[in-house]
């Protein structure tokens, strides 16, 4: 048995699945778990200088405020889809948003930059148990040709919500509701949980429920290997780079080691693995894989170090930064509908899409260089809109590309491997690309300059990085996976 994060390929009908109001219903809980997921990897961003000047704390946490959401939604997503096979995607949906919205209040009333990493964190494990569940509970409630009427709800509400956070967290920190600043970025999960509970409780189906063993060691050991990789490229600037820091990197490759060792043992005693090791023996897999991680460490190191620049550098409110970026966001949005030419352009689109990015990205560059700390929004608009427009284009076919070539009983342990990557890449942009940004942002001279200069340092190494990327494209299979 795969592990997986899709539902299997014949669901049985349920009278959920039959009953037109009920399925709407339905899908409504399902959206909005998936709204909750996508808000808060973004809408914490914009946030993070009203929040160090609450809570105080280092540069390091700030870090680690937006990093250890993506650390542990990585670390739990393959056995939180596993968990959904085995005891029902309805009920670990719901207990995921249950469990999401304690978390959330949690964050609300931190008093303490570690309190509010620590709920982070607890969000992020709940995540891991609602999001894999929502593509299974799609295909449970609208079978066969009816998804297609599904999809055409959901795909462009998915693409909004890409917009929808930083704005959404500007709009909150500038409103102020009950005097509750930036803790009302986290209190509007409360609503909105509130709706996926219900609605969830009252029209999902209960669905099947599996049969198997899960790898509880193996969901351990490759959760310490991340830990052991990203805890040293977030503090080891501000710790100076002790022996026992730098020692922890070698470590996590170690713990890889060990859990590839582990993981051939499970398969070898015909239990069910994590992840079906023999996906990585194909080369464009593996290309793929490696194309995910510079991928997502170029956007999410590029987009935050941005962000930084216009409210720590430049002084601007959380609401003027949130629409200065809005111009990448409404790319992605736009760029994502272009995704649908991936039939056609094979993984042509991927190149294209890359090619319109890193010119966006050149163009931010070249704005900063020009304009210096004198840049506004209106300069960087253009600019800004070509890097969201490209970055969109690639990521609605991208994984349907990577897994072009992988075989029908891999593709559900090769889609959960790609959804953990992507999040441990998006984790190493905050802490690689946070740490060079603040590497800079720290030394000596005015706030602006120093701003400047290390958003500038680190929009080439996402140059760079998206270059590797279109090179790595190159490898991936010709078509995507029908």
Known sequence: MTTTLEAPAAPVATPAATDAPNRWLGLMAILTATLLNLLDASIVNVALPQIQRDLGGSYASMQWIVAVYTLTLAAGLVTGGRFGDLYGRKRMLLSGAAGFLVASTICALAVSPEILIGG???????AAAMVPQCFGLI??????????????????AIGLATILGPVLAGL?????????GWRSIFLINLPLGAVALFAGRAALPNGKRGTGTLDILGTAIVATGMGLLVYPLVQGREQGWPLWLVAMVPA??????????????????????LVRLSVFGKRSYSSGVLFVVFFFMSIIGFSLAAGFLLQLGLGYSAMGASMAMSPWALGAFLGSAAGSMAPTLGRRILHVGLAVMIAGMVGVYTVFTALGTGVSGWPLAAPFLMAGLGMGMIFVPLFDIIMGEVADEEVGSASGALESI???????????????????????GAPADNALAATETVTLIAIVLAVIAFGLGFLLPKRARA
């Open 139 to 156: 295909r449970d409630l609208f079978p066969g040709e009816d998804q297609a009427k599904a999809w055409a709800v959901f795909g462009p």
């Open 172 to 180: 909150l920190i500038q409103w102020d509701p009950a005097g509750t």
């Open 422 to 444: 992507q999040q441990l890449a998006a984790a190493l942009g905050v802490a690689v690309l946070g740490t060079v940004f603040f590497n800079r942002f720290a030394a000596a």
């Open 252 to 273: 996590a490759v170690i713990v890889l080691g060990l859990f590839i060792a582990q993981q051939r043992k499970r398969t070898a005693k015909g239990l069910d693995p």
């Open 120 to 126: 982070r964190a607890v969000q992020g494990l709940f």
